[in-house]
């Protein structure tokens, strides 16, 4: 896990003054003040959770900890930490893994929310939807032709044995969302469909959702599986990779905020969730980040086609969240059973 300050005049404050020569002051002496302050962890990459930190300082002066890391080792550093938390908001994570771990977190009703689609909302305000995210198949548009790869089903294709780049789902939120909507998706059984799907994989898995566009992209993996901002951020960077999204259905589950259990600065945290649903950073997340806003008054950018447009599967949050150890357990069983082969 990464730690970063994001307004840090101290940090430059001090190396200032020990290049003059000058006697550094006490650290403590410049310190904000405990109401100032609001300490987040987020799963978020640095360029989308940084501008919005960084405006949100700005805007309200309250000085800001984030410290970034994997949503699953994240959230179980927030249940370590339950009796006295280090952080007082969770910023990104699938709503799925947010509610499995709902006893370390605070019901919070943010400002803004009649705006919010009624679809992302959580009935009982256990977190702040922040965007929305259809999984997505990606392929190598050098490597692959089109219309070979049109849904979940050609995962299980024997030629593409060990090609598929697929994020570890008990590292990766986005990861066990794959894998609950290729289950509701897919033609069989739920035990027939893991094994095969892990037979194919070949016992492979990449540690992090960050790798997979990297692995279709350079030609380690013929097809990924991913969601629709991150391939859509690759595309745009000239990357030889084109997105599907499965004819057979996919998931659009929001990832989402949440005010912790016990927050040392509740009112910051807060003031920090409502600014995240703002229109401001709502439009910023669909003009500059690929992302979906959860707002019914922010339109996608571009060419994106309306979530009515593409074939969603019924997705429930809290059944998922509710089987998400089994089902982990069930995969890392299969899993393990190919990397001994």
Sequence with gaps: MKRKRLAAPLCALLLLLAGCGAEAPE??????????????????????YQPIVKEFEERTGIWVDVVAGGTNELLERIRS???????????????ESLASYRDCFAPYACEGAESIEARFRDGEDLWTPFSALPVVLVYNTKLVRPGRVTGWGDLLSPELRGRIAFADPAVSGSGFTALATFLLAADGGEEALLRAFAENLAGKQLEGSGEVLGAVAGGGALVGVTLEETALKRIAAGD???????????????????????????????????????????????????????RGDVEPAGELPALEDIALVDYDVEQASGRRDGLLMTWAFYLGEEEEK
């Design 81 to 95: 930490e339950a009796d006295h938390p280090a952080a007082d908001v969770m910023f990104g994570g699938g709503v």
């Design 27 to 48: 650290t403590a002496a410049y310190a904000p003040a405990e109401e100032e302050r609001l300490v987040i962890y987020t799963s978020h990459k640095e360029e989308v």
């Design 240 to 294: 030889d990779v084109a997105l599907v999204y499965p004819a057979d259905g996919t998931s659009c589950v929001p990832d989402a905020s949440a005010l912790i259990r016990g927050a040392a600065h509740e009112e910051n945290a807060k003031a920090f969730l409502d600014f995240t649903v703002s229109e401001a950073v709502q439009r910023l997340l669909a003009e500059q980040f690929c992302r979906r806003s959860v």
